[in-house]
């Protein structure tokens, strides 16, 4: 009969050790009862599979990766990790010692400090989870007790034959998390993606096209706002479809401004050839013009980055031009919580590049502002009134980052 029917029927289950019948212990001290899921565990444990050599710590990175599958908490891997130190190497073969015993207290220590009670409430997690095993002493001590020749002969605590007995299973767990969470970050890239040229186009034809943009405007602001919360990837498909959605609903609108477009430029090629005769001087003059009307308050746009770095993790490609700063602003927006209203009056009044500039001075300081919404619109009433740039801003940011630094 198996070890499990042997236990269900009654039976002492012995094995041969140094020419006696030795016991070994298959239920837990104290009032803790026998379940099934102890069965199986112990049935898996004595099982004449042979363990095959694995490391300790690359299994405990795969079982990180893949805790959510065994109902884990990192404090159930602090402990199980605090456990893997008192094995002695640094591979979990059968020709090692797999039973470990420490105490309450080593445990503790192993453990940043954890307190005794939360510490067993964490071992009968990962008991009840059957990566390890209790191996209880008649007093529900654990101690190893060593024979004449100094060896140990037989020890009580905990058995980590279980986890090493899965770790084919956590590493294929591991994998598959790892490749579902490599999925999620690709669907997230493309879902901001599309995003962005949905807004990008909206703001083309609010320009061009004489329609409700309205409607359309606030479709989108929804859709962004949802990126403020964490999204599975079900979530992510599903915002994907809308925003496809609405994508195809303003290609329609656009595509026949697009062709008007295109003839425009085209019927005008020779109005393009004579301007290249106009005079040198003109050219820098209106060169001069636009270089003005893009740099908010001449502050270099490399200061305005070293003030501000949260930004440019919100950026899809690396900022270099006042431009890409203005399309990361707008993909901050709905994340902080400001209005598409209060977003679009900032850039009418200060300026589209100002307006970028006060947005990212604001999520860089976002944990000590309450209302950036209501930051934002004081700050364009300011600007209205000649009475704000966001200059100011940016220097006290470089100055905060010096004095830390210093």
């Known amino acids: 009969m198996t070890a499990v029917n042997n236990v269900?029927?009654?039976?002492?289950?012995?094995?041969?050790?140094?020419?006696?019948?030795?016991?070994?212990?298959?239920?837990?001290?104290?009032?803790?009862?026998?379940?099934?899921?102890?069965?199986?565990?112990?049935a898996l444990a004595e099982a004449t599979n042979q363990v095959q050599a694995c490391d300790k710590w690359a299994l405990l990175r795969d079982l990180t990766a893949a805790r959510k599958s065994f109902n884990l908490s990192d404090r159930d891997l602090v402990v199980l990790a605090a456990l893997l130190t008192c094995h002695p190497g640094t591979h979990l073969t059968d020709d090692t010692a797999l039973i470990v015993f420490p105490s309450n207290a080593t445990l503790?220590?192993?453990a940043h400090g954890m307190p005794e009670s939360t510490l067993r409430r964490h071992l009968a997690t990962l008991v009840q989870s059957g990566l390890i095993l209790r191996r209880d002493s008649p007093n529900g001590k654990r101690y190893a007790r060593r024979g004449a020749?100094?060896?140990?002969?037989?020890?009580?605590?905990?058995?980590?034959?279980?986890?090493?007995?899965?770790?084919?299973?956590?590493?294929?767990?591991?994998?598959?998390?790892?490749?579902?969470?490599?999925?999620?970050?690709?669907?997230?890239?493309?879902?901001?993606?599309?995003?962005?040229?949905?807004?990008?186009?909206?703001?083309?034809?609010?320009?061009?096209?004489?329609?409700?943009?309205?409607?359309l405007q606030q479709g989108c602001s929804d859709l962004q706002r949802c990126l403020r919360r964490k999204l599975d990837m079900s979530q992510l498909q599903h915002l994907e479809q809308g925003i496809h959605l609405l994508t195809a609903?303003?290609?329609?609108?656009?595509?026949?401004?697009?062709?008007?477009?295109?003839?425009?430029?085209?019927?005008?090629?020779?109005?393009?050839?004579?301007?290249?005769?106009?005079?040198?001087?003109?050219?820098?003059?209106?060169e001069k013009a636009n270089e003005e009307q893009r740099s908010p308050q001449t502050i270099p746009l490399g200061l305005v980055l070293k003030a501000t770095p949260s930004i440019c993790d919100y950026a899809p490609d690396a900022i270099r031009t006042w431009e890409s700063l203005v399309a990361a602003a707008d993909i901050v927006r709905p994340m902080l919580g400001?209005?598409?209203?209060?977003?679009?009056?900032?850039c009418r009044i200060m300026g589209p590049e100002s307006a970028a500039v006060t947005m990212a001075c604001i999520l860089q300081r976002h944990g000590t502002i309450l209302r950036p919404g209501g930051y934002l619109r004081s700050l364009t009433d300011k600007a209205e009134g000649k009475g704000f740039s966001p200059g100011p801003m940016v220097m006290a940011l470089l100055r905060c980052d010096n004095h830390r630094e210093m």
């Not at 039976?11 to 070994?24: A, K, S, T, V, Y």
């Not at 995003?195 to 186009?201: N, V």
């Not at 400001?338 to 900032?346: F, G, P, S």
């Open 149 to 215: 020749s100094g060896q140990i002969d037989r020890a009580f605590g905990f058995d980590l034959r279980p986890l090493a007995l899965r770790a084919a299973d956590i590493t294929m767990k591991a994998e598959e998390e790892r490749n579902a969470a490599y999925e999620l970050r690709c669907k997230r890239e493309s879902v901001v993606i599309s995003l962005r040229d949905l807004s990008k186009l909206i703001a083309w034809g609010v320009d061009h096209i004489t329609t409700d943009w309205a409607s």
């Open 338 to 346: 400001i209005t598409l209203d209060a977003w679009q009056r900032a």
């Open 249 to 286: 609903k303003i290609h329609t609108l656009i595509a026949p401004a697009k062709v008007v477009e295109t003839s425009k430029v085209s019927a005008s090629a020779g109005h393009f050839e004579r301007h290249h005769q106009s005079s040198k001087k003109d050219c820098l003059e209106s």
């Open 108 to 110: 503790s220590n192993r």
């Open 8 to 42: 269900l029927s009654g039976d002492l289950w012995f094995i041969p050790c140094d020419n006696h019948m030795r016991h070994i212990s298959m239920t837990p001290f104290g009032r803790q009862p026998v379940t099934a899921g102890l069965l199986a565990a112990h």
